[in-house]
């Protein structure tokens, strides 16, 4: 756990991504219950070729780089898995609330855990099918799962204020996907009216065959 602290302060640091010594122990715990989790349940892949606290926990944490979470901000991890990108976000900014929401009760049974192992007071996860979610409503919709983008827009275009925005990681060539995503927008409310696309590898080479794309009204 030692050498894992170690690579991620120091993953943090190199990347220009402020983070107390608190929210680190943190981080490196909840990779430790995210490993043990997926011995059990399937949460990640277990074939992985880079340590679970890179590939996933400082990837998640890469989005703080594009988009400044407030105080009191509503945020909502769509099709969340393990707790992911919401968990690390969550430790990363204790100010802003964060929904955790996935179809398969497993992972939010794991998720449930581990926001109570990490003693998290600012992340709820919840089993429900996005349709089922009603009355809510977002200022940021988060997605690191892999429905196609126009999905996700359509998901996210009744849960999002006017105002707010939809950030997925991906990975590929997306420029079809965005494409149908935009052009589909009146069946979803009009959203997106833009879609932009950054490459990672602008701000961390270590994951250059990764994209953000932020979905805006």
């Known amino acids: 756990m030692q050498n894992e602290l170690h690579t991620i302060r120091d993953l943090c640091r190199d990347h220009a991504i402020p983070v107390t010594d608190t929210a680190l122990k943190l981080l490196v715990r909840y990779t430790a219950l995210l490993e043990e989790w997926n011995n059990r ?46 968990i690390p976000l969550a430790i990363l900014f ?6 955790l929401v996935d179809a398969t009760g497993k992972k939010i049974t ?12 600012n992340v709820l996860a919840v089993h429900s099918r996005v349709e089922e979610l009603k009355g809510l409503v977002f200022d ?14 359509g998901y996210s275009a009744r849960l999002l204020k006017k105002e707010g925005v939809l950030i997925c990681l991906k990975g590929g060539q997306l420029d079809s996907e965005i494409a149908e995503a935009v052009a589909s927008r009146e069946k979803h409310l009009g959203f997106p009216s833009s879609v932009d696309q950054l490459p990672i590898g602008d701000i961390s080479p270590l994951f250059s065959e990764k994209q953000i794309v932020i979905a805006r009204w």
């Open 41 to 86: 349940i399937n949460l990640i892949s277990r074939k992985e070729d880079a340590p679970v606290i890179l590939k996933h926990v400082f990837h998640s944490l890469l989005i703080s780089r594009i988009h400044n979470f407030r105080p009191k901000e509503k945020v909502l991890d769509l099709g969340t898995g393990g707790g992911l990108p919401g």
């Open 94 to 99: 204790p100010e802003t609330s964060f929904l």
């Open 110 to 121: 794991a998720c449930k855990a581990m926001i109570r192992e990490l003693g998290l007071n």
């Open 140 to 153: 940021t919709v988060l997605s690191r799962q892999v429905a196609p983008l126009g999905e996700l827009c």
